[in-house]
């Protein structure tokens, strides 16, 4: 029999917006008091929503929604990192991009009041940035901001960081901690028609790898995983293990689709990676 994931039941405390389309909302609840300890700067939460159209609303059983309604009535999920969580005052902080009211999770967030029910499943996640390491890599959208955000405040203040961020324009930067050590390079969509993830692989290509010993986390959207595995793996030759690369999202797909293809875009990403090695190696 599959274990049944276990719901943490939480509500908002309050919330900040940080830029133009980035709001944080900070929940609490009696169930964070069994949250793990957070060890990792990617942890992330599952939040789970009522699908559009759905007859009920918070508060409610997941596993009970499960059992009386239809599989297209179920609650969906939706992943977002953990920005920062106190574990004395139990509040826990999540970032979330608005794009108006398109999606589940922007616009509740957006909507979001003190005292409004939220569940999630989690946490999971599984990286943290080496201080050993000569030199972060540190490179994703406003998804992956969070966790790089959170990697920039546990590491070392004069830390070696080499940082790329991808956000809409120039007054969305994200709030990010910096030392003297710390090199920032946004890029900005509206220079770029707008256009998702190539713009920021392009910035990281054109920088090079940086020299030494280095570590990176690399996430955001699928194009800039697919292109930037190439550049790291095959014409750079970085070891995997100390690269930690995923794509949070696709394009123009929402994350119930991305995840149903993703295993199959590794797939093929790990065998165009393996060809063009080989033909190297000849």
């Not at 830390?159 to 809409?168: G, Q």
């Not at 220079?191 to 290509?205: D, F, K, N, Q, W």
């Amino acid at each position: 029999m599959a274990k049944t994931r276990v719901a943490r039941n939480v509500h908002v405390l309050r919330s900040e917006r940080l830029t133009r389309d980035l709001i944080r909302v900070f929940v609490t609840g009696d169930d964070l008091a069994t949250l793990p300890e957070l060890t990792q700067t990617d942890h992330y939460v599952k939040l789970l929503f009522p699908p559009q159209g759905a007859d009920y609303t918070w508060p409610f059983d997941p596993e009970q929604i499960r059992e009386d309604h239809p599989r297209e009535q179920w609650p969906v999920t939706r992943t977002y990192t953990i920005r920062s969580f106190d574990p004395q005052t139990r509040e826990l902080a999540i970032d979330f991009v608005v794009h108006g009211d398109s999606g589940l999770a922007g616009p509740w967030a957006a909507a979001a009041e003190p005292g409004d029910p939220i569940a999630f499943f989690g946490p999971g996640g599984g990286w943290a940035p080496d201080p050993a390491a000569d030199v972060h890599l540190l490179v994703g959208d406003e998804a992956a901001a969070p966790a790089i955000a959170a990697a920039l405040d546990a590491l070392p203040l004069d830390a070696r960081t080499e940082v790329f961020v991808e956000v809409a324009d120039s007054t969305t930067h994200v709030p990010l901690r910096t030392g003297p050590h710390t090199h920032v390079t946004w890029v900005h969509r509206d220079e770029h028609g707008g256009t998702y993830g190539e713009p920021l692989a392009a910035a990281v290509r054109a920088a090079g790898l940086p020299e030494g010993d280095v570590r990176a986390f690399v996430h955001g959207n699928a194009a800039l995983v697919k292109d930037l595995r190439r550049f790291l793996f095959v014409e750079c030759g970085l070891p995997r293990d100390q690269v930690s690369i995923s794509g949070y999202w696709r394009t123009d797909q929402t994350e119930d689709a991305w995840q149903a293809g993703k295993r199959e875009f590794v797939q093929q990403m790990e065998s165009d990676e393996a060809q063009l090695l080989a033909r190297a190696s000849d």
